[in-house]
């Protein structure tokens, strides 16, 4: 339902070369474009957060602008102008880089190196338990002041001291390299399981499509401007976060609750956390492709799960820090046997593969991927050995690593799974479980301090849990699967949009904390709050090593059975509306903010398909697009207003 009416647009056998120097120059633009409005918007003028999506909004204004000027090209230089299919290219090139600036990896990573020194007191101990197992070459130690400069700002006159940056940053960039190529290869792999066998339909790609879809009948015009459904949709949506604007100014003027600013939280029962009361356009207008079923799924699964966070903590049930930590624990399960039980049912495929790699089966056909089978199964094993190697050259040992890096790969398929199937434009798992978990299974008296002191680390890569470059590459595989894509040019521009979008970002976010002080961003949580509770929690299982945790384990192990009998019954009782993908990132903070806006979309598109079936749904795709559209030039104009009039005390119309 989600990518069929976009997909058949574009045929593979009328469609001329895709990538030449157009899409990479437009791509590239996509990124840097994408990553200064992210840092513009959500550190500089502390307006609009947005970069904590699937799909970020810091990333789909600027797409838009892409297919605006690309219109305006087709009238005056027609040569340079994209078609679809290569503005699908550059959605994914941009849906990869933006993955990287702020409340992306690369302020965690710079908080990463940057804190252990310089927030090292005697109160706190990391310079008596953490620095004696420090490597120096991922952090930096402040002898010259480097990281002073950084958080309270360089003194007139000083250049940036980017030497002190360059060993830290290029090791931790090899180490992202080798996860990126881990994520590129398991996508891969699976891409044809997912997309042509599963027939997956990644929701939010349908957007994007749709976007970039034009009517050649009508000179070329995007074909969703012809839709009176979308003007509609579109003027909404600027109506929405216009009227709050007004309240700027006069602020008696009451406003309406489709901007964060005027949301709230609402608690539905005692003792459990409260969800967040806001009509979120951006949340609502990509549900609406969805599958009714996963919206259901999504917001009675809240229910259920804080119904449980409200239960176990009423009966002094807990695994760490009460029922919530259960809770996660027991979701935490759901994710990781999700994942086992799809790669059982991809066993077939999973074979196949195996056939072409070792044995050169021809009727194995791998020409429509991104890199052969065997080239990835070699590049995902040198990945893997070499953050097996960099990992225990920090100080891990290798039990610990096996572990680390079996729940990484089953987070980077999770996440890519979850925006897949589900469709939302928001998902994270909680980042102590995944970063604590080989410890909660083997216990911190049996593991060196060393490792203890590594688990600092990994704030660095799961501060911000979206499953790394899982989701935007296994995306960006299937923008391209109807296409005639050149293997080495679609691999090519992969591997550039990462590059390009680490490099661009991790020097744009150390330069804003020399020119404005780290302290005065509003990043407290990537580069001071975050790094120092990563590390306090090596200090404290330092000093107190737990035993194992059983009763974790029990929690984590009750959500694999109750993902093995949601699966069963979702293969034994086709039409019951229940689906484990679901339920594996509930308790989390991004299902507090979501699940009202869900539990509205899913009303409205239960009752459209009730009345009209799916064709109905079919006409209603231009008016939500509109809404997507018409909020994101208005938040973007938003932040035009506060830098002239609010400028460092802006509006946060987009908070998640």
């Known amino acids: 339902m989600a990518l069929s009416s976009a997909q058949e647009a574009i045929h593979p056998a009328t469609e001329p070369k895709l990538i030449s120097w157009k899409v990479v120059v437009a791509g590239l633009l996509l990124i840097v474009a994408s990553d200064y409005y992210i840092n513009w918007s959500t550190v500089i003028l502390r307006a609009s957060k947005n970069n904590k999506a699937l799909f970020p909004m810091g990333l789909f204004f600027p797409f838009v602008m892409l297919v605006g000027t690309n219109l305006l090209l087709r009238w005056v230089k027609p040569r340079w102008a994209l078609n679809r299919g290569q503005l699908c290219v550059a959605l994914g090139m941009g849906l990869i880089g933006s993955l990287f600036p702020f409340y992306g990896l690369a302020s965690y990573v710079v908080g990463t190196i940057a804190a252990p020194y310089y927030f090292a007191t005697p109160e706190n101990g990391w310079a008596e338990l953490l620095h004696p197992n420090m490597v120096s070459w991922l952090i930096m130690n402040n002898e010259d002041k480097a990281v002073t400069y950084f958080y309270d700002g360089l003194p007139p006159g000083q250049p940036i001291p980017w030497g002190s940056w360059a060993v830290p940053v290029f090791w931790w960039m090899t180490f992202v390299a080798a996860a990126a190529c881990v994520a590129l290869c398991l996508m891969v792999i699976l891409r044809k399981q997912w997309v042509e066998n599963e027939r997956l339909e990644f929701p939010l790609m349908e957007v994007g499509m749709q976007v970039a879809q034009v009517d050649k009948s009508n000179g070329g015009t995007p074909s969703l401007l012809n839709q009176p459904l979308f003007r509609v949709g579109f003027w909404i949506g600027i109506f929405a976060v216009f009227w709050n604007i007004i309240s700027y100014f006069y602020p008696l003027i009451p406003g309406l609750p489709t901007t964060h600013t005027e949301g709230q939280w609402f608690r539905w029962l005692e003792g459990t956390k409260p969800f967040w009361v806001q009509i979120s356009i951006y949340v609502i207008g990509f549900a609406y492709f969805a599958r009714v079923e996963t919206l259901f799924s999504f917001w009675l699964f809240f229910l259920f799960t804080e119904t449980e966070v409200a239960t176990f903590d009423r009966l002094g049930i807990a695994a760490g820090h009460g029922g919530g930590e259960a809770v996660r624990s027991q979701n935490f399960g759901v994710l990781c046997a999700y994942v086992m039980f799809g790669l059982w049912m991809a066993r077939g495929h999973l074979k196949a593969v195996f056939w072409k790699v070792f044995k050169g089966a021809s009727d194995v056909d791998d020409s429509q991927e991104a890199m052969s089978y065997r080239a990835a199964v070699i590049a995902l094993v040198a990945s893997l050995l070499y953050m097996v190697a960099w990992l225990h050259a920090a100080g891990m040992e290798i039990r610990v690593v096996v572990l680390y890096l079996f729940f990484t790969a089953v987070a980077y398929i999770g996440m890519a799974r979850f925006a897949a199937e589900l469709g939302l434009p928001y998902g994270d798992i909680a980042y102590h479980s995944i970063t604590w978990t080989p410890l909660h299974i083997m216990g911190g008296q049996t593991v060196t301090a060393s490792t203890l002191t590594c688990q600092g680390y990994l704030w660095a890569m799961f501060g911000k849990t979206r499953g790394f470059l899982g989701p935007p590459i296994a995306q960006m595989l299937k923008l391209t ?12 521009v992969i591997v550039l949009a990462v590059v390009a979008g680490a490099t661009f970002a991790i020097l744009h976010a150390i330069y804003m904390g020399y020119s404005s002080g780290g302290f005065n961003l509003r990043a407290a949580w990537n580069l001071l709050i975050g790094p120092q509770r990563s590390y ?121």
């Open 536 to 656: 306090d929690a090596s200090v404290t299982w330092i000093r107190n090593p737990e035993a194992p945790d059983v009763e974790r384990m029990l929690f984590m192990g009750s959500g694999v059975l109750i993902t093995a009998v949601l699966t069963y019954m979702k293969y034994r009782f086709v039409h019951l509306p229940l689906h484990p993908v679901a339920l594996m990132l509930q308790g989390t903070y991004m299902a507090q903010k979501t699940v009202f806006s869900v539990f509205l979309i899913w009303i409205y598109k239960a009752t459209i398909l009730k009345i009209g079936g799916v064709r109905l749904y079919r006409k209603g795709q231009p008016f939500f697009i509109g809404l997507l559209i018409g909020y994101a030039i208005a938040t973007f104009l938003s932040c035009v207003i506060d830098s002239i009039f609010f400028f460092g005390q802006g509006h946060l119309v987009h908070g998640f």
């Open 481 to 492: 699967t109807p296409l005639r894509v050149e293997r080495g040019r679609l691999f090519g």
